[in-house]
C-alpha cells in the first residue's frame, strides 16, 4: 500500500519557521521526484517544491526561494520542507506528493496533472 504521510505543520508568527516531513511507503523511493504542494482556502493547488530522490535536483516555486529548503533522507524514505521567513500568505494546506521522476521530465516541471500519489495534507497556519 502506498502512503504517504505528513507531519510537521501548525500555527506560528510571522518570521517564524517550521519543518514539514513526509515518510513515504509501497513505493521505490527513487524512481521519484517527490515534494510540496500547497492549497490556500479559495485558492487552486500550487506546487511549491520538490526533490528528486535519485540526483538531488530541486525546484521551488519563485514564491518561496530563499526561504523554504528541501532536503531527503534516502535512508528513511522520508523528505522534508524546512520553511523559514514564514508570511501569513504561506497560510494553507501542504500536501507532499510523489511523481515518477520520468514523467517530471517528460511534462517539464512540477505539476499537479503528473502526481501519482498525494498525501492527506498538514494544515500550516501563519499568523501576523
Known amino acids: 500500500e502506498v502512503q504517504l504521510v505528513e507531519s510537521g505543520g501548525g500555527l506560528v508568527q510571522a518570521g517564524g519557521s517550521l519543518r514539514l516531513s513526509c515518510a513515504a511507503s509501497?513505493?521505490?523511493?527513487?524512481?521519484?521526484?517527490i515534494g510540496w504542494f500547497r492549497q490556500a482556502p479559495g485558492k487552486e493547488r500550487e506546487g511549491v517544491s520538490c526533490i528528486s530522490s535519485s540526483d538531488g535536483s530541486t525546484y521551488y516555486a519563485d514564491s518561496v526561494k530563499g526561504r523554504f529548503t528541501v532536503s531527503s533522507d534516502n535512508a528513511k524514505n522520508t523528505v522534508f520542507l524546512q520553511m523559514n521567513s514564514l508570511k501569513p500568505a504561506d497560510t494553507a494546506v501542504y500536501y507532499c506528493?510523489?511523481?515518477?521522476?520520468?514523467?517530471?521530465?517528460?511534462?517539464?516541471?512540477?505539476?499537479?496533472?503528473?502526481?501519482?500519489?498525494w498525501g492527506k495534507g498538514t494544515l500550516v497556519t501563519v499568523s501576523s
Open positions: 506528493a510523489a511523481m515518477t521522476y520520468s514523467d517530471y521530465v517528460k511534462i517539464g516541471g512540477w505539476y499537479s496533472n503528473g502526481i501519482d500519489y
Open positions: 509501497g513505493f521505490t523511493f527513487d524512481d521519484y521526484a
